[in-house]
């Protein structure tokens, strides 16, 4: 199965295709440079890895998934958080918690199933402490 995806040159794929954990050395996707600290930086895509996958075997979706890769040697830092994007993640943070019909801090993220807090929206259920 590997040899249907196995495509270094690009000439099927229109760029160098990879099977699933047969990437060469020198390229990452985008969440294995951020644990590495860095991030693409603008640069373009320089190879993808192709698996087919059991879990998206449905009808009417491809089981086919791609992930890009990137030069490592190309990657820049992250760049660090500023103390206004800090203040405006904390906000956004803190107004998920708060429910829109009782105005109260819930203690924890407000559900978007419910759109509020499960006390108002089950008020009928006592908690059994």
Avoid at 55 to 65: A, E, K, L
Wanted: with cysteine; aromatic share 10%.
């Amino acid at each position: 199965m590997a040899g249907r995806f196995w495509d270094p040159d690009g000439s099927r794929y229109g760029i160098p295709t990879y099977p699933f954990r047969m990437a060469p050395d020198g390229l990452a996707t985008r969440r294995q440079l951020r644990t590495t600290g860095l991030r693409p930086g603008g640069q373009d895509i320089a190879a993808q890895l192709l698996w087919l996958s059991r879990r998206y075997r449905r009808p009417g979706r491809s089981p086919v998934r791609v992930a890009y890769l990137y030069r490592i040697d190309l990657a820049l830092p992250v760049r660090p958080m500023t103390p206004a994007k800090w203040a405006a993640l904390a906000k956004a943070n803190t107004s998920r918690r708060v429910c829109p019909e009782c105005s109260t801090d819930a203690g924890y993220c407000i559900p978007t199933s419910l759109g509020m807090c499960v006390t108002c929206a089950y008020p009928d259920t006592q908690r059994a402490a």
